[in-house]
């Protein structure tokens, strides 16, 4: 079955995220230039050019990531990307419901700093304890005691519109698990 993209990114966010990968290349270039036309040094061009290809597979890797959607479903799982590598997968039957929330922003380094954003909560059935808990990236999120919180800063705009059409995309996955399942039994 193909992937559907459930709760996308926030895209606004990959060129302030890109920032810090534009200071690298041009460092690089510059580096590259200097040992080109000023001090002729093979190892400072070649350091230069190191830094920009470093720099320019970090926008990369960060643009790919960034721009995955946070929630996806796909083959009776729902694909929660809140970490680098693979999505991890949840089995649908377990999902309960989408709802919003509001939580300390992780944008901040600091703890006590940190204003408030809007949040995608996900719960899950309180039985299923082996996926009550999973390591994410802290600033997009957490997954503690069966919840799945997506801080909004780094997903798409939030609103009861897009938790309605969630919960709607929600209970049609269910339905259908439970015909291909009635259909397997027979």
């Known amino acids: 079955m193909k992937c ?26 510059a580096l590259a230039v200097v040992g080109q036309l000023w001090v002729s040094s093979a190892w400072l061009i070649g350091l230069g050019w190191g830094i920009v290809a470093w720099g320019v597979v970090s926008a990369m890797v960060l643009t790919y990531w960034l721009t995955r959607p946070r929630l996806a479903y796909q083959d009776a799982e729902l694909l929660v990307n809140l970490r ?9 039957e377990i999902v309960e419901c989408f709802f919003l929330g509001r939580t300390k922003s992780r944008v901040t380094p600091s703890q006590k700093a940190s204003p408030q954003t809007a949040a995608l909560v996900v719960r899950l059935a309180e039985s299923a304890t082996a996926y009550h808990q999973a390591k994410v990236t802290r600033f997009l999120g957490t997954w503690e005691g069966g919840y799945i919180t997506i801080f909004g800063t780094w997903c798409e705009p939030l609103g009861g519109e897009l938790v309605g059409r969630l919960n709607e995309q929600l209970v049609r996955a269910h339905r259908q698990r439970r015909s291909d399942r009635d259909k397997e039994s027979t």
Do not use: D, E
């Open 84 to 92: 680098f590598g693979a999505p991890m997968r949840v089995p649908i």
């Open 4 to 29: 559907q993209s459930w709760l996308g990114p926030n895209v606004r966010a990959v060129p302030v995220a890109l920032v810090a990968p534009a200071l690298v290349i041009s460092t690089g270039a």
